[in-house]
């Protein structure tokens, strides 16, 4: 494996910290559900995605975002609590992002099923390891191929 020079130390230890549990830019994880669904993890630095105008506690908290890659026209949602309404939806073919505590999450995914928003997947992750950078998720596919 070759490492590209970077400008932050940050990058490198996440980068490093991600390939041991087998997560990271070079081998993101996939998750799939019974529904059809498919959302592809990465991790990004960012310091290469975000705007420079983020609040001084964005180096100390972890940047979830979703992406709508599907192209259906679903409804797409997420939150870290599964007894409520999803706080964060996703617009169409755009991306919604929100800041989160590095801390054991759990988040669930939703989308829409004709009677409103259903949750179709959830991932239960430690983000300890990933203050400062984001967790970046791609909903690829929503129907059957």
Same mark, same amino acid.
């Given at each position: ?59 100390? *908290? ?72 984001? *967790? ?10």
């Amino acid at each position: 494996m070759t490492l590209r020079r970077t400008s932050s130390l940050r990058a490198l230890l996440v980068a490093a910290v991600l390939s041991l549990a087998g997560i990271g830019p070079a081998t993101p994880l996939e998750l799939q559900s019974g529904q059809h669904d498919r959302l592809i993890v990465r991790v990004l630095d960012g310091d290469a995605w975000l705007p420079t105008a983020e609040p001084d506690d964005a180096a100390r *908290l972890v940047h979830v975002c979703v992406r709508d890659k599907a192209g259906s026209g679903q409804r797409k949602a997420f939150d870290s609590q599964r007894d409520r309404r999803a706080r964060f939806i996703v617009p169409f073919g755009g991306r919604r992002c929100a800041r989160f505590e590095p801390t054991r999450q759990v988040f669930y995914f939703s989308k829409n099923s004709g009677a409103g928003l259903r949750v179709v997947l959830s991932y239960r992750v430690n983000l300890k390891t990933l203050k400062g950078s984001i *967790l970046l998720f791609d909903w690829v596919q929503d129907r059957p191929r």
